[in-house]
C-alpha cells in the first residue's frame, strides 16, 4: 500500500461537537482528496487539494472544511457534527506530474466515524 | 456534472464462470475510467484502468472495455475464485488536471465455491 495512514481511525462523537480527521502521506504527491462513503452512494468527493494551500470544493462539501499547509497533511474538519455525517472516510492521492500511473489515486485505510 | 451509473448492484456466479459489471457515464469529456475492488472492511484498490484512447485492456483474468460512443465501460473477470468476492467500483475523470474522480455505487460480487 502506497504511504498513506488516516488517524483516528475510529471515533465517535456527539452532534455539535467540531471533528478534525488527518491524511498523512509519505509520497510526496500533489494531488490529496477526501471522499465519505455511505452504503448506495458509493464514494463521493467532499474536497480535495491540488498543492499546498489550494484546495477546491467537491460534490458534498457542504458543513466541510479542509486545509493544507504541508504537501503530507490534509485536514478534514466537520465544524459542526451531525448525525448525517456518519460515515466512512477515506482519504486519497495522486499525482499527476508523474511521468507513469499519473491519473491513479490510492486510498488510505479510512476513518469510520460515528455522530450520536 | 459527470453521472456514473454502474449495474447490477449484486452479482453472484459460480467459482470458474465469468462475472461481468456496467457501468456508463454521461460527460462525453471523460477519458479516464479506473476499476477499484473493496474487500470487507478494507481501502479500495485500483484493479485495473483504461484510457479513452484504448478499446480494451487486459490483466490475466480481468479485463476492461470501453466504448466511447455508448459512453459505457466494462469490467471482466474471467476463471472467477473465492478471493475475487468483494464489492467493485467504476469510477470516470476527465483527467484535465485534477484528476476528480466520479464513482459508481458499486456491485457486490459474491462467488459461490
Known amino acids: 500500500d502506497a504511504g498513506i495512514t488516516q488517524s483516528p481511525r475510529h471515533k465517535v462523537t456527539e452532534t455539535g461537537t467540531p471533528v478534525t480527521l488527518r491524511c498523512h502521506q509519505t509520497?510526496?504527491?500533489?494531488?490529496m482528496y477526501w471522499y465519505r462513503q455511505d452504503p448506495g452512494h458509493g464514494l463521493r468527493l467532499i474536497h480535495y487539494s491540488y498543492g499546498v494551500k489550494d484546495t477546491d470544493k467537491g460534490e458534498v462539501s457542504d458543513g466541510y472544511s479542509v486545509s493544507r499547509s504541508k504537501t503530507e497533511d490534509f485536514l478534514l474538519t466537520l465544524e459542526s457534527a451531525t448525525s448525517s455525517q456518519t460515515s466512512v472516510y477515506f482519504c486519497a492521492i495522486s499525482d499527476p506530474t508523474r511521468t507513469s500511473g499519473r491519473y491513479e489515486q490510492y486510498f488510505g485505510p479510512g476513518t469510520r466515524l460515528t455522530v450520536t | 456534472g459527470e453521472n456514473v451509473e454502474q449495474h447490477p448492484s449484486t452479482l453472484s456466479v459460480q467459482e470458474g464462470d465469468s462475472a461481468v459489471i456496467k457501468c456508463t457515464y454521461s460527460d462525453s469529456a471523460s477519458n479516464y475510467f479506473p476499476w477499484y475492488k473493496q474487500e470487507l472492511g478494507k481501502r479500495p484498490q485500483l484493479i485495473i484502468d483504461?484510457?479513452?484512447?484504448?478499446g480494451e485492456k487486459k490483466d490475466q483474468r480481468i479485463a476492461v472495455t470501453l466504448n466511447k460512443t455508448a459512453k459505457h465501460f466494462s469490467l471482466h473477470i474471467t476463471e472467477t475464485q473465492p478471493e475475487d468476492s468483494a464489492v467493485y467500483f467504476c469510477?470516470?475523470?476527465?483527467?484535465?488536471?485534477?484528476?476528480?474522480?466520479?464513482f459508481g455505487t458499486g456491485t457486490r460480487l459474491t462467488i459461490i465455491p
Open positions: 509520497e510526496n504527491h500533489r494531488y
Open positions: 483504461i484510457r479513452s484512447n484504448v
Open positions: 469510477a470516470a475523470s476527465t483527467a484535465k488536471g485534477n484528476e476528480k474522480l466520479t
